[in-house]
């Protein structure tokens, strides 16, 4: 009979029911853990892409000096043509922004200089033919936004895989000579002709300042690196 007590005892217990709670608890950190680690990759990543972008930056931007030096040296070896355009060579005697009529039309060198809602001047913008082919069809803005594409470049060296384009422009009114003051109008440096003897006092018959040096010279160089970076430059020189 104690026998049979003990099972029936043992029989009418009550059994704890199963619960899950520490595993919903794993699940959640698990998860948690997941999702930080997909971020923490993320970042990683875009910073090496961060850290990449600069480095061809850098790296084009240095490229861009050599291609200035290299306009540079073409200006020096051909100062007896200076006064008329070459477009083959990617030189304009002028600035291309001045019209016959006295007019004035935009030059915009990188085609981002365009804003929807500026004036309508803006609109009638000319670019620069950056492309290989110079097929005068500038891809790189959009269609309608500017009335010519027909300024040409001049390839220059590939440097580390960087490809190389410039343009030259003297900054003067227009093609001719630089020191035809009657029908052309040129930047150049003012130099100072010496002090004044009445203690600052001016006579009309010696100018203070005066212009003898040549006019300046534009020089723009686009540069096409890795990931199709594009970086800028301009260089503004003078040649006595």
Do not use: H
Request: glycine share 8%.
């Amino acid at each position: 009979m104690e026998f049979g007590k003990d099972t029936m005892t043992k029989k009418n217990l009550p059994r704890r029911g199963q619960r899950g709670v520490s595993l919903l608890f794993a699940l959640i950190a698990l998860v948690a853990l997941s999702l930080a680690t997909l971020a923490l990759v993320r970042t990683v990543d875009t910073g090496a892409l961060m850290l990449g972008n600069i480095g061809f930056k850098q790296d084009a931007t240095v490229t861009a000096d050599q291609t200035a030096r290299e306009a540079l040296a073409w200006v020096k070896n051909n100062t007896a043509s200076l006064d008329d355009d070459a477009p083959a060579s990617g030189y304009y005697a002028s600035t291309r922004e001045v019209n016959a009529d006295k007019s004035f039309t935009p030059v915009d060198v990188t085609g981002q200089q365009y804003d929807p809602a500026a004036s309508a001047l803006y609109r009638t913008r000319r670019l620069v033919d950056w492309s290989e082919a110079q097929d005068g069809a500038c891809p790189y803005a959009t269609s309608g936004t500017y009335s010519t594409c027909a300024i040409k470049s001049a390839a220059g060296a590939t440097i580390n895989g960087n490809k190389t384009r410039y343009v030259i422009f003297r900054l003067c009114a227009a093609t001719g000579s630089a020191n035809d003051e009657l029908n052309n109008s040129c930047s150049k440096p003012l130099n100072s002709n010496g002090g004044a003897s009445g203690r600052g006092a001016l006579a009309y018959g010696s100018a203070r300042f005066a212009s003898t040096s040549g006019a300046y010279y534009r020089i723009v160089v686009r540069v096409l690196g890795a990931r199709n970076t594009v970086s800028y430059t301009e260089t503004i020189a003078n040649f006595e």
